[in-house]
C-alpha cells in the first residue's frame, strides 16, 4: 500500500490550497480514506474523512465550510480543497487509509502517506 501526498506550500491567510494523495496497493472502493494533520505542539487531528462509495463523511468544527475532501476513483486519488486558510491550519498534513471507518476515525488508520507541509502566514 502506498499513499503519496502532494501539494502543500506556503499560503497567506484567506488563500487556498489543495492537497492531493495519490493511492495505489489496494481496492480503493473497500476503503475510507483521511487527512491527519499534526501541528508543532499540538496533538493530531482528523480534518477530514471520505468513504469512496459514500461520500463526504466527518469533518471537525475546526475546518467544515472551509475544508472539503473528495475522491477520484478513475484516478486513485483524494483530494483536500482548504479554503479560507489560517495561521492555525499550519500543520503536517497527513493521507490516511484503512478499511475501517472506526480507525480513521480514532486516528488509529493502518497506512499513512509521508506528509506534506502547509504553512499558512498571516
Known amino acids: 500500500v502506498q499513499l503519496q501526498a502532494s501539494g502543500g506550500g506556503l499560503a497567506q491567510t484567506g488563500n487556498s490550497l489543495r492537497l492531493s494523495c495519490v493511492v495505489s496497493?489496494?481496492?480503493?472502493?473497500?476503503?475510507?480514506m483521511g487527512w491527519i494533520r499534526q501541528a508543532p505542539g499540538k496533538e493530531q487531528e482528523l480534518v477530514a474523512a471520505?468513504?469512496?462509495?459514500?461520500?463526504?463523511?466527518y469533518y471537525p468544527d475546526s475546518v467544515r465550510g472551509r475544508f472539503t475532501i473528495s475522491g477520484d476513483t478513475a484516478r486513485n486519488t483524494v483530494y483536500l480543497q482548504m479554503n479560507n486558510l489560517k495561521p492555525e491550519d499550519t500543520a503536517v498534513y497527513y493521507c490516511?487509509?484503512?478499511?475501517?471507518?472506526?480507525?480513521?476515525?480514532?486516528?488509529?488508520?493502518?497506512?499513512w502517506g509521508q506528509g506534506t507541509e502547509v504553512t499558512v502566514s498571516s
Open positions: 496497493g489496494f481496492t480503493t472502493t473497500r476503503h475510507y
Open positions: 471520505v468513504s469512496w462509495s459514500g461520500g463526504a463523511l
Open positions: 490516511v487509509a484503512d478499511p475501517s471507518f472506526a480507525r480513521i476515525m480514532s486516528m488509529s488508520p493502518n497506512d
